[in-house]
């Protein structure tokens, strides 16, 4: 499976970015997929996922209302819309593929990630 992230980029606060995740390997459509992501000196953190189907999505408190997860099975991609960006969201994104059918904000429960992709607010 590979999984390749693109789209970062420097934003000043109140920008908007769009990340993509193309996956190869296996079926796209059987997987959920999900976006984390890794500031300097922190922990990896869950950001948003979406089922097989892409009806039902997840996210953390911190970018509900501001972030959108979509995915096209089709082309074997998910996106991430990012808006209203704030310094307090830069990092690393990172995009992930979970076996189970089942959404979960748990990393460790995401099978394969991708390389990641860096997002940079500036203030």
């Known amino acids: 499976v590979q999984l390749q992230a693109s789209g970062g980029g420097l934003v000043q606060a109140g920008g908007s970015l769009r990340l993509s995740c193309a996956a190869s390997g296996r079926t796209f459509r059987n997987y959920v997929m999900g976006w984390f992501r890794q500031a300097p000196g922190k922990e990896r953190e869950f950001v948003a996922a979406i089922n097989l189907s892409g009806g039902n999505t997840g996210y953390a408190d911190s970018v509900k209302g501001r972030f959108a997860i979509s995915r096209d099975n089709a082309k074997n991609t998910v996106y991430l819309q990012m808006d209203s960006l704030k310094p307090e969201d830069t990092g690393v994104y990172y995009c992930?593929?979970?076996?189970?059918?089942?959404?979960?904000?748990?990393?460790?429960?995401?099978?394969?990630w991708g390389q990641g992709t860096l997002v940079t607010v500036s203030s």
């Open positions: 992930a593929q979970r076996s189970d059918p089942r959404i979960t904000t748990m990393k460790s429960w995401y099978d394969y």
